[in-house]
């Protein structure tokens, strides 16, 4: 399964607000940029078009399978507290989409086009670096040169693990019974996630992980739980209102990890689980315990 993973430095032109999450107001400006490339129908929709092989509709706007719908890309707001003036902005880009990677990049280096709105507040933004997850500089603002990034390659790794943390680092939302795990519990978390990773893999990938070989019927022990829930909130301009965008994080220690469990889980940290993970939610790390 691959993916390629970028982190773009952005300047305001005025102060952020604390405590917003700006992923979602950088997602919409990245479908507007594209689709100002991509679109030459703009008196229709995309339902309406004839077109199929569209990079904004493949990201935005297609629709597989007849349930579940995930998008094959990531955008996290990243940016560390003590800046007040610029934002790091995490992408993750995964699947087929990787071999667009060009337009792609033509499309992110666009958004200096567009205002920037987020809580009521407009900003002017110019993009100053764009480094790979290894920190090499792909794009600097003083030169105007661009890089292509690595494109990487998820494997499956399969081990058994005694014990281990999950340190959940941007809300997680997974559903049991209709409604929202407000505590962890193990069951429904490991389903979302393998079915989020099974998605992904037959739809954007070519099913190119042999999944269905891993077994997903595994006791694993919650030995402390230590999450709580954490609210906050994105401004849909679509449905003209304030949107949770809550959700568990924390730490979780889990025991008894068998090999197939584990691969899952390594997975998970690239590729995040739940609900709304396109705007960065759902990432957790591992630490082996013992």
């Known amino acids: 399964m691959k993916y ?3 982190k773009v430095t952005i300047a305001l032109n005025a102060l952020k607000i604390d405590n917003w999450n700006y992923s979602s107001a950088i997602r919409g400006i990245f479908g507007r940029s594209l689709k100002q490339i991509y ?16 990079l904004y509709f493949e990201l935005f ?4 399978g007849d349930h579940q719908r995930y998008h094959p890309y990531i955008i996290e707001d990243i940016t560390p507290s003590q800046n007040t003036n610029g934002l790091l902005i995490s992408f993750t880009f995964i699947g087929k989409v990787c071999d667009q990677i060009s ?16 809580a009521r507040e407009s900003y002017k933004l110019m993009i100053i670096e764009i480094h790979d997850v290894a920190g090499k500089v792909l794009y600097d603002q003083k030169t105007g040169k661009i890089e292509t990034p690595k ?9 058994p693990v005694n014990k281990l943390k999950l340190n959940i680092i941007t809300p997680i939302r997974v559903k049991y019974r209709n409604r929202f795990l407000t505590t962890f519990i193990w069951h429904p978390f490991l389903q979302t996630l393998y079915s989020r990773l099974k998605y992904l893999n037959q739809y954007f990938c070519s099913s190119s992980l042999k999944l269905h070989l891993l077994e997903t019927d595994c006791d694993v022990n919650v030995v402390e739980d230590k999450t709580f829930w954490k609210e906050q909130f994105r401004k849909s301009h679509i449905q003209k209102q304030k949107m949770s965008f809550g ?13 197939d469990t584990f691969a899952l889980i390594k997975l998970g940290e690239i590729f995040h689980v739940g ?4 705007f960065g939610l759902g990432k957790y790390k591992i630490e082996i315990m013992e």
Do not use: P, W
């Open 151 to 159: 494109i990487h390659e998820a494997s499956i790794e399969k081990r």
């Open 61 to 64: 706007e297609k629709k597989y």
């Open 247 to 259: 959700g568990l994080v924390g730490e979780v220690i889990l025991e008894n990890i068998n090999k």
């Open 103 to 118: 337009q792609l990049l033509h499309g992110l280096l666009r958004m200096q086009r567009y205002t920037l709105i987020a």
């Open 39 to 54: 679109c030459i129908q703009r008196n229709i929709t995309c339902k309406e078009c004839s077109f199929t092989d569209c």
């Open 275 to 278: 609900k709304q993970t396109t």
């Open 4 to 6: 390629i993973g970028i």
